[in-house]
């Protein structure tokens, strides 16, 4: 049953990536055409990243399961994951700075980002015990 509530939370945060992606399109599409070409498509660029590395993640946990072995790759791909979507929302911040979206719309786009990343930092809580292989002691060389 654990397995399936895990793969049920990826489906929930691929889900909110997607609306996130779509009014992201549409908020971007608003933007003065000089930033239109230059910040729009970094934004849009970093999200495509963000969803790859969340498929990747979903595909490489399924693989480590199957195979028996810690989610070691699972959680590098999360943490990258995580890192893009911090990016990410300093970029919401720069295009609010720059007054290309009004306060409504930062609030909004931001919340959506927030709730993205309240998802993800769930499913990195839940991997990060199980990536943690315990280590063996080094033996020391000189004795």
Not at 25 to 48: G, M, P, T
Not at 88 to 106: M, N, V
Not at 121 to 130: F, I, Q, T
């Amino acid at each position: 049953m654990e397995g399936s509530s895990v793969a049920q939370q990826d489906f929930v945060l691929l889900a909110k990536l997607e609306d996130l992606d779509v009014e992201t399109h549409k908020i971007v599409q608003r933007f003065q055409k000089s930033e239109r070409h230059v910040l729009s498509a970094s934004i849009r660029d970093n999200l495509e990243a963000i969803f790859f590395l969340i498929i990747r993640a979903s595909k490489d946990q399924l693989e480590d399961r199957h195979r028996g072995r810690p989610p070691i790759r699972t959680l590098e791909g999360l943490r990258q994951a995580d890192t893009r979507l911090e990016y990410f929302k300093l970029q919401i911040r720069k295009a609010y700075r720059l007054k290309q979206i009004d306060d409504k719309t930062y609030g909004y786009w931001t919340g959506m980002a927030r709730e993205c990343g309240g998802l993800l930092g769930g499913w990195l809580k839940k991997v990060e015990p199980y990536g943690n292989t315990p280590k063996r002691p080094q033996q020391n060389s000189l004795l």
